[in-house]
Antibody
Framework: EVQLVESGGGLVQPGRSLRLSCAASGFTFGDYAMHWVRQAPGKGLEWVASISWNSGRLAYADSVKGRFTISRDNAKNSLYLQMNSLRPEDTALYYC?????????????WGQGTLVTVSS | QSALTQPPSASGSPGQSITISCTGTSSDVGGYNYVSWYQQHPGKAPKLMIYEVSKRPSGVPDRFSGSKSGNTASLTVSGLQAEDEADYYCTSYAGSDNLVFGGGTKLTVL
C-alpha cells in the first residue's frame, strides 16, 4: 500500500524558516517524480514545486521561487521542502504527492498534509 | 502561472449529469493533452479522477469522463450520486515540470 506521510509543519514567525518532510513507502520511491501542493485554509489547491526521480529537474511556482527548495533522498525514501523567508500567505496545509508514470505528472497518491501557519 | 478558470459551483439532482469546465491558455490546457481532475471531500486529501484529459485510473467509476477542446477542458459526471458531492479541481501540465491548478468547483448534489 502506497503511503505518504508529511511532517514538520507548525507555527512559525514571518521571515523564519521551516523544513517539511514526506516519508514514502509502498512503492519504489526513486522511480517517480514527486510534488508539493498546498491549500490555504478554505481555499483551493496550489502547486508548489516538483522534483524529478533523480533530482535532475526542479520546478517551482512563481510564488515560492527563490524562497523554497525541494529535495529528495532516495536512499531514505524521503521528500523535503525547505521553506525560507516565510510569509503569512504561505499559511496552508502542505501535501506531498507522487506523480504517476503518466505524461504530464498526474498525481496518483497524496499524503494527508502537514499544516504550516505563518504568524507573529 | 495564472490559475485555470473553473466555475465556483455546480449542482445537479441524483441521476442527472453535470459538466464542469476548466479554461486555460495555449501554454497549458491548449498546449498539452495533460489535463487531470481531482475530487476532494471535506477534510480529505485530493483523489485523482481523470488524467491525460480523458483517462480514468483504476477504481474510478465510468460515470466520470473528461474531454478537451482548445483551451477548455471539461469533466462530466453522469448519473449523479450523493457521494459525488465534493470539490473538483482541474490541473494542467504547463511545461518544464510545472503544473497549474484551477480554482476549484464545489459540486452540490441536490
Amino acid at each position: 500500500e502506497v503511503q505518504l506521510v508529511e511532517s514538520g509543519g507548525g507555527l512559525v514567525q514571518p521571515g523564519r524558516s521551516l523544513r517539511l518532510s514526506c516519508a514514502a513507502s509502498g512503492f519504489t520511491f526513486g522511480d517517480y517524480a514527486m510534488h508539493w501542493v498546498r491549500q490555504a485554509p478554505g481555499k483551493g489547491l496550489e502547486w508548489v514545486a516538483s522534483i524529478s526521480w533523480n533530482s535532475g529537474r526542479l520546478a517551482y511556482a512563481d510564488s515560492v521561487k527563490g524562497r523554497f527548495t525541494i529535495s529528495r533522498d532516495n536512499a531514505k525514501n524521503s521528500l523535503y521542502l525547505q521553506m525560507n523567508s516565510l510569509r503569512p500567505e504561505d499559511t496552508a496545509l502542505y501535501y506531498c504527492a507522487k506523480a504517476s508514470p503518466g505524461l504530464g505528472h498526474p498525481l496518483d497518491y497524496w499524503g494527508q498534509g502537514t499544516l504550516v501557519t505563518v504568524s507573529s | 502561472q495564472s490559475a485555470l478558470t473553473q466555475p465556483p459551483s455546480a449542482s445537479g439532482s441524483p441521476g442527472q449529469s453535470i459538466t464542469i469546465s476548466c479554461t486555460g491558455t495555449s501554454s497549458d490546457v491548449g498546449g498539452y493533452n495533460y489535463v487531470s481532475w481531482y475530487q476532494q471531500h471535506p477534510g480529505k486529501a485530493p483523489k485523482l479522477m481523470i488524467y491525460e484529459v480523458s483517462k480514468r485510473p483504476s477504481g474510478v467509476p465510468d460515470r466520470f469522463s473528461g474531454s478537451k477542446s482548445g483551451n477548455t477542458a471539461s469533466l462530466t459526471v453522469s448519473g449523479l450520486q450523493a457521494e459525488d458531492e465534493a470539490d473538483y479541481y482541474c490541473t494542467s501540465y504547463a511545461g518544464s515540470d510545472n503544473l497549474v491548478f484551477g480554482g476549484g468547483t464545489k459540486l452540490t448534489v441536490l
